[in-house]
Nanobody, 123 residues
Framework: QVQLVESGGGLVQAGGSLRLSCAAS????????MGWFRQAPGKEREFVAA????????YYADSVKGRFTISRDNAKNTVYLQMNSLKPEDTAVYYC????????????????WGQGTQVTVSS
């Protein structure tokens, strides 16, 4: 069982930056593929980024590539999402997710999910 708690969301102007964090419980954090998803009002949840067990591989949605960076610190059981050059269309609730499958990447069926953190980008 893994529990995930996101933090770092907030209100920012377009062009600004935010850093989201996701703290995970459990002693096997390094065994999990970690992902970030987001859901805007009236839209389906969508994949944002994912990172492999040891951080050697990262994956991004085309809409955030070059602006967002996912990273992890296995010693701290934490995964991060650095978001730069934010746009109003990045406004959404951002969710952290964990799964033991190596190739889960952008699949919507991760095993564990956090409660989400709101990111609002004003124009």
């Amino acid at each position: 069982q893994v529990q995930l708690v996101e933090s770092g969301g907030g209100l920012v102007q377009a062009g600004g930056s935010l850093r989201l964090s996701c703290a995970a419980s459990g002693r096997t954090f390094s065994s999990y593929t970690m992902g970030w998803f987001r859901q805007a009002p009236g839209k389906e949840r969508e994949f944002v980024a994912a990172i492999s067990w040891r951080g050697g591989s990262t994956y991004y949605a085309d809409s955030v590539k070059g602006r967002f960076t996912i990273s992890r610190d296995n010693a701290k059981n934490t995964v991060y999402l650095q978001m730069n050059s934010l746009k109003p269309e990045d406004t959404a609730v951002y969710y952290c997710a964990a799964d033991k499958r190596m190739l889960v990447i952008n699949r919507p069926d991760y095993d564990y999910w956090g409660q989400g953190t709101q990111v609002t980008v004003s124009s």
